[in-house]
């Protein structure tokens, strides 16, 4: 390391020039957002604004993230984010609806004047993703990833859901949308269950809302085939999927997770704590890798309560 004023060269901890005595700057400091080069003291990137302290870069991390934003133009990040929500929307659309109709849910975006209510939200995103950004701990990215996917899925199920439900093949309850927020400690999980299966508009299949109600043998087979739950696990929802009323096959969801049976299939069972793998596939859903499939508005509803309870648990 070199004087800046009179390159005498000097020891790594000198704070002084032994010869000039001028303040001693150190290496410069390339900005791990922006790659603008600082000077060595400096605390904060004279582009970007964006923290320079050498303990806390994570330029070198081997995280990917889901949304990498550029934060050398900070006016462009509302546009970035903007672009990140419509490929989000395409994705969802591919998972839940027909992706083949995406023009039209963008059409459905601007007309419904959704645009101009997405425009203050994403702004109020730029500035928090801006704030965590500037922390430059090794959590940065992971809590961008974070931050932006909790938006996201908000914003699109209250676009899909509200704005272009003339769009959606299998209608989607209003009522689920009072969960944006919801947490293990202030989600009641029942209620949250029958909200977003409503099962008042499932009117083929033999649901058994009351576990005490239901015929002794229909609850005797479950138990033998499919419904292993801990005996202190309260049954919410039975469904009994047979031909002949056996209740040999079909589904049951608990406080703690689902268990089912399906035709020519092993009985599975899984506590929400441990959901993984969900995935919409043609005419039925995977559920950790398991076949489940009642019909087609069932699955949808009860793929989104597996998704909202994986968030939570």
Request: aromatic share 14%; with cysteine; glycine share 4%.
């Amino acid at each position: 390391m070199r004087c800046s004023s009179c390159q005498t060269t000097l020891n790594k901890s000198a704070r002084f020039c032994h010869a000039c005595g001028e303040k001693v700057i150190g290496q410069p400091i390339d900005c791990p957002s922006c790659e603008t080069q600082n000077y060595g003291d400096a605390k904060f990137c004279n582009h970007c604004g964006c923290a320079l302290s050498a303990n806390h870069n994570y330029s070198d991390s081997n995280y990917k993230p889901k949304y990498p934003l550029k934060f050398d133009e900070v006016s462009s990040l509302p546009d970035q984010i903007s672009s990140y929500f419509f490929s989000s929307l395409k994705k969802r659309l591919e998972e839940e609806h027909d992706p083949k109709r995406y023009s039209e849910y963008v059409s459905a975006y601007y007309d419904s004047n959704f645009d101009k209510k997405f425009d203050l939200k994403s702004n109020q995103i730029a500035e928090e993703v801006y704030s965590i950004h500037c922390n430059q701990d090794s959590t940065v990215l992971p809590e961008i990833d974070a931050l932006m996917d909790r938006n996201f899925n908000s914003l699109l199920d209250h676009f899909i859901i509200i704005h272009a439900k003339h769009l959606n093949e299998i209608a989607l309850p209003e009522k689920i949308l009072k969960y944006d927020t919801a947490n293990k400690t202030n989600v009641k999980v029942e209620e949250m269950i029958f909200d977003y299966l409503d099962i008042e508009a499932e009117k083929n299949e033999k649901f058994y809302l009351d576990f005490f109600s239901v015929p002794e043998d229909k609850i005797k087979n479950a138990i033998q085939s499919f419904l292993f739950a801990e005996k202190k696990e309260t049954v919410f929802l039975l469904c009994d999927q047979t031909v002949f009323g056996s209740c040999k096959e079909g589904f049951a969801i608990t406080e703690n997770g689902l268990y089912w049976k399906a035709h020519f299939n092993k009985a599975f069972g899984v506590h929400f704590e441990n959901l993984q793998g969900l995935k919409r596939e043609n005419d039925w859903i995977s559920i950790n890798g398991r076949y489940f499939h009642v019909n087609k508005s069932f699955d949808l509803k009860l793929l989104k309560l597996l998704k909202k309870l994986k968030r939570i648990f």
